[in-house]
């Protein structure tokens, strides 16, 4: 390096506090106007997207599950045609399951890992703003193929034969296949971006038994979703291929299997629920902490629970396929495999009884979401216990007992956790409060009118109600309990209502946040709420598992880094010991431009095999673009 | 008590008081099977209500305790700090504990719900879009028949269901005789049960095949042996010729408006395979898959408009005048 290029390198350390802010604040902000918004890089602009767009579906897809219970409310209703019932329901689980409940646990994590570990992004940014990209593509491809009548009508599961082109002659399944593409890559991106961030960005000091509980449960669950998104999109690709090219993966008559497709889609789909449910797991204790005024007790449990968790999660998928002729000393193994992850899952809830136990607990609207959730989440497992047993399957599988269970499990485990984490952290993204009296609101209406929704399922199920269907006959005697559930339904939808009052009123009106409102312990409350640009304006050195707690106004910090360009530092996997100053990618266009590009490719492959070919040029054409020699000063030295 | 916890309760009171009415109940079993699913399900249902209530009462003793008060939050006490390690610890063993237990308890219910007899009376059912087609087997071809959407078994006597698919997969379920198994397109499953009681038991398709999934039902019903061999010499014959003049009539409407492209009635020139066989359509409970009962005024609405009332089904709607309308309907009414 010339004595020229090392006087200009300007570092941190010689700058005065207001100067190295103004300073760094203006090489990593986003650029101003509307391109410089669609170039963005930032996480915590992306991730707030994310976030946004997450809930919309959440909203969208809510106001489905208000139709389907307009209309199971009362026997033989009308409402709906059974061609409408089926794309709506197709449409609610496909939503919530993909464009709703794995996003917006990974919007979370890309707005807050990158905090909690003390970076200054997230690694890949522009992969990143590519993954945001794909998944918005992606959601409005599946909403605007609904509002044009060509939504999906095979279930979210798409089973074939049901999905083949023989008995799914238009467009449908193909659109739900190439929505789950778009989800997956979205998805993979993401978790290789959170691992390379955790393993790789941490600040100095925070060596694996310091790292908060919510990034290892979204570093489990970034782990899982690579190794389960894989197997759907091989079966989404196949069953695209046998509509598309006429491959014979699912048809029978020329050597095809249709069971393969069920076990493709549940390998998938069993560490799935775990891809959600993990990161509200982290949520969960993250609150608790802050809220029982002490640390979790038992860490290294809760920690080894959701790598176990991860784990066993691959070994139970065949208990979605108990009702298919299974030998039966094979089903009876899954039995068990499935029922043991009852342990993993226990041991967490006990930890965080056992902190409430000891601790001093705050009633704070987060701290009620996560006592709702515990009470709920409790009921689902148990259920879970249930369903896991074959005898006990074989009369409620498919029906409505399985869809109380399902929904005690994602609702109760992940969205309860979920919105305690809205009004946690959004003092921290927004700079304001969220109002504590609507608050209460929310929770008890979420928790009442959750439970008249979902309680009475289980006994719709046990009565003989299966699933999916779009009426019943007045003689079965299932109206009462569909007229309460519906009730309940409703209830619970308003909750939402509340909340999203909330979040507009106090955005505007709310009071404004200090940096740590909550007096929480994590790295995430040490800087500014909103935080700058650069996140952090020096990077701190963490000495103690619950860094502001220990070390408080005087955290330690790293000098050294550039204040010239944008520049991470890059610690060791183990102990987090510094290892390299590492630049960061600018801003830019091209994630955005390879995003439209890879959509007209998708799109285009669901009618003619011949956009891979035609599809391929735009593609690459974007991507060298994107990784286009920038003649940045790493590059020249 | 919080009024969840009461409304809670209450439902589960009235559990087993709704759930009974119903001739498609879990929870109402005529049939050894669906005892024994019961008596499993009961055995993990107090399990589970006794380890909810636990967590529930710890959690709530947990937060009204007082302690902790003007601590920092990293003072803590070391002694408890072990204490609660050993004590997660145990309840984790406990939870395997309990699961292994209930693993064998499942092993335990699913080999006597999968005993094989084989003696059992067999008959094969393969599902179509929406509707099941049933084949009576025996040893020779002449006692071999087909209906459809009802089925007949004698009390008392193993029966066992040999399960296919024409088009995509179903599932065969009735609640009151046992759990469901799949129909699977392209393999044969099979289900044992052997019924308790007299009585007709609804069975409904569990599996979503399409869009009249919702309409896909049938009936089970268990007779006396004595009445069951009755009733299946009765079916394997022919149907009757038709005496009346309008069943006359009706039978010539048949043949001659389409009718019989689809559907079969053994012992005249109707002999489709598409829809149901209408051999003893006059003898069983519903029509349409268990839709509609079979009663004159049902018959006449069904052919009238089969869209209206099970939108997207095969059956098309025929121009008919009332008058051939009714001689249709008796034709089939007395196809006994």
Redesign the interface.
């Given at each position: 390096m010339s004595m020229a290029a090392e006087q200009r390198d300007v570092r941190d350390d010689a700058l005065h506090g207001l100067q190295l802010a103004a300073r760094l604040e203006s090489i990593w902000r986003t650029p101003p106007g509307l391109t410089g918004a669609l170039m963005s890089v930032d996480h915590k602009v992306i991730g707030r997207r994310y976030i946004v767009t997450a809930f919309t579906f959440l909203v969208l897809g809510g106001l489905l599950a208000i139709l389907m219970r307009i209309q199971l409310s009362g026997a033989e209703n009308r409402l709906l045609s059974p061609d409408l019932y089926n794309q709506v329901f197709t449409m609610h689980g496909s939503t919530m399951m993909f464009l709703f409940a794995v996003p917006v646990m990974e919007a979370f994590a890309v707005y807050l890992v990158p905090l909690m570990v003390g970076t200054r992004n997230i690694a890949f940014p522009r992969l990143n703003a590519f993954s945001y990209w794909m998944f918005l593509f992606g959601g409005c491809f599946l909403w605007i193929s609904f509002l044009f009548n060509v939504g999906p009508d095979v279930g979210w599961f798409a089973y074939t034969p049901l999905s083949s082109l023989q008995f799914n002659p238009s467009k449908r399944a193909d659109v739900w296949a190439q929505m789950i593409t778009f989800t997956e890559v979205a998805a993979l991106a993401v978790a290789v971006e959170i691992i390379v961030t955790v393993f790789k960005q941490r600040a100095p000091g925070m060596t694996l038994d310091r790292i908060p509980l919510f990034v290892w449960s979204m570093l489990v669950t970034a782990f899982l979703v690579m190794f389960a998104m894989p197997s759907i999109m091989v079966a989404s690709t196949t069953l695209i291929l046998d509509r598309l090219v006429s491959t014979r993966f699912y048809d029978p008559s020329s050597g095809g299997n249709v069971l393969l497709w069920q076990h493709l889609f549940w390998f998938f789909g069993h560490p799935e629920v775990y891809i959600i449910f993990i990161p509200a797991t982290g949520m969960v204790s993250m609150i608790l902490a802050t809220f029982a005024r002490r640390p979790v007790i038992g860490y290294p449990v809760i920690v080894l629970s959701l790598i176990a968790t991860g784990f066993l999660s691959f070994g139970l998928w065949v208990h979605h396929m108990f009702v298919t002729g299974l030998p039966h000393l094979a089903a009876g193994l899954f039995t068990a495999s499935s029922m043991l992850i009852a342990v993993p899952s226990g041991l967490q809830i006990f930890c965080w009884i056992a902190t409430l136990w000891d601790g001093r607990p705050v009633y704070r609207t987060p701290l009620l979401f996560v006592l709702g959730f515990i009470v709920i989440f409790v009921i689902g497992g148990l259920s879970g216990v249930m369903v896991a047993s074959v005898p006990i399957d074989t009369q409620v599988h498919d029906t409505y007992f399985v869809v109380a269970h399902f929904h005690y499990v994602l609702i109760g485990g992940a969205v309860f956790p979920l919105v305690g984490a809205v009004y946690y952290w959004f003092p921290k993204i927004c700079g304001r409060m969220l109002s504590e009296r609507l608050g209460r609101w929310n929770f008890w209406l979420a928790f009442f009118g959750f439970n008249i929704a979902f309680f009475p399922m289980h006994i719709l199920g046990l009565m003989g109600m299966p699933r999916r269907v779009y009426t019943y006959t007045l003689e079965m005697g299932w109206e009462r309990l569909n007229l309460l559930s519906s009730v309940g339904a409703v209830m619970f939808a308003l909750s939402f209502a509340v909340l999203l009052a909330n979040a507009i009123y106090s955005l505007r009106k709310g009071t404004p946040a200090n940096d740590n409102p909550w007096d929480a312990s994590t790295l995430e409350w040490a800087t500014a709420s909103p935080p700058p640009p650069q996140n952090f304006d020096r990077i701190p050195i963490v000495t103690h598992r619950e860094p502001l707690w220990a070390d408080g106004d005087t955290l330690p910090v790293v000098a050294g880094l550039s204040a010239e360009r944008r520049e991470v530092l890059l610690t060791s996997l183990a102990e987090a010991e510094p290892q390299i100053r590492e630049a960061s990618p600018e801003p830019s266009i091209w994630p955005l431009l390879t995003a439209i590009a890879t959509t007209i490719f998708f799109i285009g492959s669901i009618f003619t095999p011949w956009a891979v070919l035609w599809g391929t040029p735009p593609m690459a054409i974007t991507l060298i673009g994107w990784f286009w020699p920038t003649g940045s000063k790493e590059d020249e030295e | 008590m919080p009024?969840?916890v009461r409304?809670?309760l209450l439902?589960l009171v009235a559990?087993p008081l709704?759930?009974c009415?119903?001739s498609?109940?879990?929870?109402d079993p005529q049939a050894l099977q669906?005892e024994?699913?019961r008596h499993?399900?009961i055995i993990?249902?107090g399990v589970?209500g006794i380890?909810?209530s636990c967590?529930?009462v710890?959690?709530g003793?947990?937060?009204l305790?007082?302690?902790?008060?003007g601590?920092?939050?990293?003072e803590?006490r070391l002694p408890?700090?072990a204490r609660?390690?050993r004590?997660?610890?145990g309840?984790?063993a406990t939870?395997?504990l309990i699961?292994?237990v209930?693993?064998f308890?499942?092993?335990a219910?699913?080999?006597s719900?999968?005993a094989k007899d084989p003696d059992a009376l067999t008959l094969k059912i393969i599902g179509h879009?929406w509707w099941w087609e049933v084949r009576y087997k025996a040893d020779s071809p002449h006692n071999s028949f087909t209906t459809a959407n009802e089925i007949r078994i004698p009390v008392g006597k193993p029966v066992k269901v040999e399960l296919e698919s024409a088009?995509?997969?179903h599932?065969f379920?009735v609640?009151s005789l046992?759990?469901?198994?799949?129909l699977?397109?392209?393999?044969t499953?099979?289900i044992q049960f052997t019924a308790r009681n007299p009585g007709i038991y609804?069975g409904?398709?569990?599996?979503?095949?399409?869009?009249?999934?919702?309409h896909m039902a049938f009936a089970a019903i268990a007779l006396r042996p004595d009445e069951f061999e009755r009733w299946r010499e009765h079916e394997n014959q022919s149907a009757v010729n038709p005496t009346a003049p309008l069943a006359k009539q009706g039978e010539e409407l048949f043949r001659g408006r389409g009718c019989a492209l689809c559907h079969t009635i053994r012992g005249t020139l109707a002999g489709g395979q598409l829809g149901p066989d209408l051999t003893h359509i006059g003898s069983r409970t519903t029509i349409a898959a268990g839709t509609l009962p079979r009663t004159p005024a049902a018959l006449g609405a069904w052919i009238a408009d089969p869209q209206h009332i099970k939108?997207?089904n095969l059956m098309p709607r025929m121009p008919l005048q009332s008058g051939e309308l009714i001689a249709i309907i008796q034709y089939l009414e007395q196809l006994k």
């Open positions: - | 009024a969840w409304s809670g439902l559990l709704v759930a009415t119903g498609q109940s879990a929870l669906s024994q699913i499993t399900f993990f249902l589970s380890v909810w967590v529930i710890v959690l003793v947990g937060l305790r007082r302690t902790r008060i601590q920092a939050p990293l803590l408890f700090e609660a390690g004590v997660i610890l309840l984790g939870t395997t699961v292994l209930l693993s308890v499942s092993y219910g699913q080999r719900l999968f879009q088009d995509v997969i599932s379920w609640p046992t759990g469901k198994m799949d699977i397109t392209g393999q499953n099979e609804r409904q398709c569990a599996e979503f095949c399409g869009l009249q999934h919702a939108p997207g």
